[in-house]
């Protein structure tokens, strides 16, 4: 048996949507689009999500503005980037219209990514225990107690 096939769509949008809502605000979202745009591609090419059209971007890049793939899974949409064939084939829906909202969906990321992952086969990388470096300053300067000299030597001598 498939994995896919024991994601239902609806978990999968849902999955799809908390992924994305923490990517708006992670410091590090390049992870977390990426998977988002994975599972978007690979429902597409299942002919399990829908293009819709595209959109001007609210955040442009650099200033310039660029255009964005929306797309229906289930019952929630989302923009990716488009390709060159979406410009041709697509009509271009202009600025970014309101009436496309999500419903409100309730899943924590842990759960949103073991979803994704399930279904694009992505295992994340095991990180390797990494052991304890050994605390090491520019500034320690080892005891020198009990190593001097005493009496002082001639150096040390009133001058």
Do not use: C
Not at 95 to 108: A, C, E, G, I, V
Not at 138 to 159: A, D, H, I, Q, V
Request: hydrophobic share 25%; aromatic share 12%.
């Amino acid at each position: 048996m498939n994995d896919k096939q024991t994601v239902s769509l609806s978990d999968l949008a849902r999955a799809i949507y908390t992924i994305n809502r923490h990517a708006k605000t992670a410091p590090e979202p390049k992870h977390l689009y990426y998977i988002k745009k994975e599972a978007i591609s690979r429902l597409l090419k299942e002919k399990k999500a829908k293009k819709v059209g595209l959109h001007f971007s609210e955040h442009p890049k650099f200033s310039n503005q660029h255009s964005t793939l929306l797309v229906k899974v289930d019952n929630y949409y989302f923009h990716i980037p488009p390709t060159k064939e979406d410009f041709k084939e697509l009509k271009h829906l202009g600025t970014l219209d309101q009436n496309y909202r999500n419903p409100q969906t309730k899943m924590s990321l842990s759960q949103a990514k073991k979803v994704v992952y399930r279904y694009i086969d992505w295992t994340p990388e095991q990180k390797q225990p990494t052991r304890k470096k050994q605390y090491t300053s520019s500034y320690y300067t080892p005891s020198s107690l009990g190593k001097m000299e005493w009496p002082p030597s001639k150096s040390f001598r009133n001058y």
